[in-house]
Each structure stands twice: as structure tokens, then as C-alpha cells.
């Protein structure tokens, strides 16, 4: 017979066990959730968390499972019993263990709710990717230029294809026509389109491969490879793109959106480098880098001399330092090529002029070319009117309107993003909350689309924007640009903490 004060102190034995399994669900389960979003390869991802919170969710479930049995068992003189109280008692106890479970799954959920409210609004409202109305005179464009790729001495063409979104027989038509008009730079990795960028570029360069420039990344089609990763991993995730391309060899094999030194100079990314080229099957090394610590990584690849090629994030006015280590990337011989040339992409700002939205592309394009000390840039091909389009930019040079359109183009971002992080608001902030970085960050997420990389270099900063909340701004001025510090920054907590 069960005593109901000995039920009672149960009951509440299990609702504490069901609090506790919710926590390890939020900062276990939910924790190797986030890395699974972030796009982490999945199996590098420790799977330690999701098993202690199965652990404690099983326990859980037994623990309610005995308590609830125990309700249903009679109690009292029976004559004195409702019908049908012991089972009801019983259903009431399981009910708790249900809740219990969905209490969980909703704390596990609720470690990556930032991704649900941030990350869907930016894939809905996606920037526009080609000119809404082509011109008649950007028909049939041709590569007009071709540069040299520092020290690998190929001649590559100045607008060269970038293939993140590229896949399927409209990537294939994309990648042929840009072959034929001119482009000999592809440039891709495992994780675009989850190898399907891989694999269409494979099947469009049949029949001309041989004066292509082929570079792919030391990469799995689930996400980078970490520093310390195995020499025979890195080699294998080589050899896998060679089967996917259809080739026996790549130009150029780039460590992948490189945030660190530590993976920079990986020895064993290094010794795979060695041993794939001995074997013949790649030709040179390079990095590419959009990361908040792009400056001290290119510097570092230079001084070591073990980098043919660099590719960096580089579009008109940011990263003043840039002009600067790419004028000695190039001086060092090595090749550099351009990505991101877009700033920010942020075309829906001039969405008010179509006319000059359909030549911001080309104008942006020219402007970075206009450094001759850019072998060439990449940039996404994802419609097939982009070929016209983006090459009818190869060969030219800045005009007076080109120079009116980037200018109108920063206005319009101006008051609106931070993009030149001067740290000019920095003394406002009693704080000492980093607004640059924190606005940085937030850029890298909401227009680079790099979520990882910026969530990460969040995440390491001493001092968060949850400061702001119930401050009374005295930052809320001091941009000298006009960007509304207080609800930039509250918003890139939102965006880039996880919980
Ligand atoms: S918010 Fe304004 S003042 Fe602060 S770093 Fe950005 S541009 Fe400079
Ligand atoms: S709102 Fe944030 S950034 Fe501005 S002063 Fe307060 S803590 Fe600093």
C-alpha cells in the first residue's frame, strides 16, 4: 500500500530529476545541436553531450515510470475508494513523464533558437543574385583580361568562377558558358552545395581541364577539417575531391576559411600538402580568409613563404590594412585572389534604383580590379544571365559613374551598418564593450553569411553585449558615421550568442 506522504516526497524527486535532465538537455544535447549548425563536419563534433542527456533523459523516464506505478496502488480501505482513482493517479504520473520529455526536447531546441529567428530571415530575404533587366550591350561578354597567379605562373582570367551555390544541370550550363567566354579560374570546395559544386564543375570541364586553374579546399563535404587533423584524413579528403572532379590532380588546394595560425601552419595539413604534390596530384598551397583575424593570417602566410596563394575578403573601402598586405603578398610572389568583393552584398539598398542597382556588381568588380596587385577575384556565379553580366566587368576600368554608384551604395549602408569599425564610439561605452568587433561580427553573420566563424569569435569575447540591456546608452551618439550603436548591438547579441 503506498503512503502518500512517502509519494508526495517522490513526486517531487522526480519533477527536480526532470529540471535537471532539462538543463543537461539545454547545454548537452543543445550544445552539439549548435555545432551541427554552426556546420562543424558532424563527426569531428565531440558526441559526448547528446549521450549524457539521453542518459538522464532514460533515467528520468524510469524514475517517473516507478513513481507513477506506485500511485496507482491502492490506498486507504478499499470501500472507501473512488472507482477507477488508482488508475487515473497512474495516467497523472505518466503524463508528468511526458511533459517531461517534451520539457527536454524544448530546452534542447531552445540552445539554437537564435539560428531559427537570425538565420531564416536572411535565407528568405536573400540579396537579389542578377540584374533584373540584362542589358542589351552585356550580351556575349568575354573575359577581356588575363593575370598572372604569382608564383604558379598561370593566367588566370580577372573575373573567375566561384561556385558556393553552384550545382545540377543549371550549375553545369553556368560553368560551361563561363568556359567558353573565357573563365579558366573554378574555384570550389567539398562543403559547396554539400559536393555538388564538386561534382557538376567536374562534369562541365570535360574536354577542357587542361587549361584550366582548378582550386579546392582541404575540406569534407560536411565542413572543415580542424587543426590536428590526421596527415592520411587530409589526404583522403583531397583524394575525394579528385574523384568528384573527375581529374587527377588540382591546381591549388586552399586551407579553408582559415581563422587561426594554429590551422595556418598545421603541421600535418602541411605534410599532407607535401606528400599529395610528390604524388602529383595537387600543384600548390594556398588559404582563403574572411575572418576577423584576416590580417594577422595573411601576415603570418607571407612570413613563412609556404603559401603560393592567398584569397581574402576585399571590396571597396574596408580592411584598411589590406591594400598593405596584399601589395607584400604580391611582392613575395604570391598569388592573391579576391572574394567578397560585394561588401557586403547588400544590394536591397539600392533596390530604390534598378538602374544603378544592375551595375553596383560591375562597378564593385572594377573597383577592386583597379589594384593591380590582384592576380584576380572570384565571385559566385548563381544564374545563368551572371555570365553576361559580371564579365561584361573583365578588361574595364573605373569610371566617374562607376566611383557615383559606390559612393550612393556606401550612403545608403551608412547609419545603417557599421563597416568601417574605427573604434571611434569605443570611449562612450563604461562598459569597454568592443563595438567594432561585436558590429564586425555581426556583419561576418548577417551579410558574409560566415555564421560559424562570427558566432565563434563572439563567443570569445571577454565582454558580451548583454551589457546593453538596461544601460542608458550614453553610446547612442557617438558613431560618427550614424549607425544606432545600442540597437546594433542588441541586435548582435541576439544574432550571435547561443543561448
Ligand atoms: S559603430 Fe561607428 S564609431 Fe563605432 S566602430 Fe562602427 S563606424 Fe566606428
Ligand atoms: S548600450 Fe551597450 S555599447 Fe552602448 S554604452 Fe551601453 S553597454 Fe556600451
Redo the contacts with the bound molecule.
Sequence with gaps: MANSGTLRVAGWMVAAMWAVTAVVCFFGAGSWLGQAVEGQDRSLISPWGGIVAIVFVLDALLLTWLWARRLGEPEGPAAERPTGMGRRRFLAGLATGVGGVVASLVATVGRISPWLTVTQPNIVVSTPTAADVPKPEWQGARVQAYRRLGRTDFEVSDISLGSTRIKGEVGEQIARAAIERGVNYFDTAPDYSEAGSELTLGRAMKGHRDRMFLATKFCTPHGNLPAGTSVAHYMEAVEDSLKRLQTDYVDLVHIHSCDTIERLMDENAHEAFDRLKQQGKVRFLGFSSHTPNLEAVADKSIESGAFDVMMLAYHHGAWPRLNDIVRRAREADMGVVAMKTLKGAKHQGLMESREEQDSYTQAAFKWVLGNDDVSCLVISFREPSNVDEYLHASGKTMSEADYRVLDKYDRLIAGKH?Y??????LASCPEGLP??DV?RFKMYFEDYGDEREAMRQYAKLEVQADVCTGCAAPCAN????D?P?PEATAAAHRMLSLG
Excluded: E, M, R, S
Design positions: 557599421c568601417q569599425h574605427c573604434g571611434a564610439c563595438i567594432d558590429l557617438a558613431c560618427p558615421f549607425v550603436i
